[in-house]
């Protein structure tokens, strides 16, 4: 099996080049049918698309016009959040049919940002052309007009994509090798399910490194650090801590571990927002979540649980019954559905909570392993 190493990942070969040229051909003998008769512009999406438009123009019969261009970002209103807009566009797209040339669609928020920005400039009839679809991470609405090939949620590079700016000139499509990389593990579920005691015994077991968001806010606690001086409030009341603050705090406690073999992320993410960031800044380092287990336990239990804890743990927020019992309903409310993140990815797994430690342990090192 064909292998390449981009810094310091292993890559594995996933795509063979002809079976790239095949499906672009493909796709080439169909825009030239359906366009037949008309002179549309085909709209390059740099840096990504130059190997595809090289090759889909090459494959296309007609008269056309084609272009490149980039998209920017720019930081939107909290509801819009992050707006993208095309840049460099010098040709006219009012009346056209313009055909969108991407090299991979992911979550689908770059194109629907394109879609809307070309749609605003007057373009008649917009076709997107994607080598690369992923369906299991597709958010968007719009169909893909011309996907030529569908592949699972993974982190590939190749033929235009790139793993930090390595590896666009690569004939064939590569998919990072996952049996040489870490595994991120998510240990999810209401307070007082066991994450902490679980993920500590997992972490010896699998050399992974523990982070609990919990754990980190009372250490800033006890530090007097602002930052703890600003949790304190949200945690003794058991209300959630803001997400831009919880986000950076762990996005900085990851990078603190730059030779970990994986994670165990314990409290986090907490809000669909906190998954989310998770997803792109994981993917930014060339990896992913593969597993949230949850463990669950009926709320009863819970309560007892942390009222039994609370004689001897020291945390105000499980002393008072009250306030577990709002901790519960603030899991149910805000942090339950991020579950369906992850279930959406097919990265999603419940197990039963009850048991001694040493059995939960096992039905959970069972699925990491
Ligand atoms: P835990 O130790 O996981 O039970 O967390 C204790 C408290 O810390 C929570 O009730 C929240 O106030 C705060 N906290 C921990 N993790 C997060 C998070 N991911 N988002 C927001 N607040 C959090």
Do not use: W
């Not at 076709?127 to 949620?153: C, Q, R, S, W």
């Not at 006890?222 to 996005?251: F, N, S």
């Amino acid at each position: 099996m064909k292998h390449v190493q981009l810094h310091d990942k292993r890559f594995k070969l996933s795509i063979p080049s002809e079976h790239i040229q095949g499906a672009i051909s493909a796709m080439g003998a169909q825009l030239s049918k359906d366009l037949e008769g008309d002179t549309p512009l085909f709209l390059g999406v740099l840096n990504g698309c130059f190997r595809l438009a090289g090759d889909l123009l090459a494959n296309y019969d007609g008269p056309c016009d084609v272009t490149f261009v980039k998209v920017a970002s720019y930081e939107g209103t909290r509801s819009t959040g992050e707006v993208k807009r095309i840049i460099g566009l010098d040709v006219p797209v009012k009346g056209r049919t313009v055909v969108v040339m991407e090299d991979i669609v992911d979550t689908g928020h770059t194109i629907e940002q394109i879609l809307y920005d070309l749609e605003g400039r007057g373009a008649e009839k917009i076709l997107i052309a994607t080598l690369l679809f992923k369906p299991k991470a597709y958010k968007g609405h719009v169909p893909m007009d011309y996907g030529a090939l569908e592949i699972p949620n993974d982190f590939v590079v190749g033929y235009g994509m790139d793993y930090d700016g390595l590896g666009r000139n690569l004939n064939d499509i590569y998919v990072l090798d996952e049996d040489h990389h870490m595994k991120n593990i998510i240990l999810f579920g209401p307070p007082g399910a066991g994450k902490g005691t679980q993920s500590a015994l997992l972490t010896e077991r699998f050399e992974m490194v523990h982070l609990s968001t919990g754990d980190i806010f009372r250490a800033n606690i006890k530090g007097e650090t602002e930052l703890g001086q600003l949790a304190k409030g949200y945690m003794d009341k058991g209300e959630l801590v803001p997400d831009d603050v919880t986000i950076r705090m762990l996005e900085a406690e990851v990078l603190k571990h730059p030779e970990a073999k994986g994670f165990i992320f314990d409290g986090f993410p907490r809000t669909p927002a906190q998954a989310q960031a998770l997803d792109v800044f994981l993917e930014s380092k060339g990896t992913h979540i593969h597993q949230m287990i949850a463990l669950e336990v009926e709320e009863e239990e819970l309560v007892q649980r942390l009222l039994e804890r609370g004689k001897d743990s020291g945390r105000a927020d499980d002393a008072d019954e009250s306030v577990i019992r709002n901790r519960i309903r603030v899991y149910e409310e805000q942090t339950a559905i991020v579950a369906e993140h992850y279930d959406a990815q097919d990265r999603f797994t419940a197990v039963d909570g009850i048991g001694s430690i040493e059995e939960i342990n096992e039905r959970l090192a069972k699925i990491i392993a």
